[in-house]
């Protein structure tokens, strides 16, 4: 099972920063990803605190008008996937 969320955590950091990466996004919507990924591998927090402080950031960033409509997608997948992982952590 730890296993399991080491993988879908890691998967997480890396459509995150795939998502930082891409110039089709607005610069501020990829700051606000850029904000989340920290939040979420922050040292020191619980992960399950990080998780639903990352889901938040993440909720906001869903909802800017200037977000393309791929990057909303993925943002809502990536969401999905925190959501995912929060079920895991507390399980």
Known sequence: MADEKEKLYNEIVAIMEDMIEDT???R????GITHAKETLIEEG????VRVASAIFELDEIAND????VHGR???YMVM???ETLSKMISS
């Open 45 to 48: 927090k619980a992960l399950d």
């Open 65 to 68: 008008p200037n977000i393309p």
């Open 73 to 75: 997608t993925v943002v």
């Open 80 to 82: 999905s996937k925190l």
């Open 24 to 26: 089709s996004i607005p």
């Open 28 to 31: 501020n919507i990829r700051r």
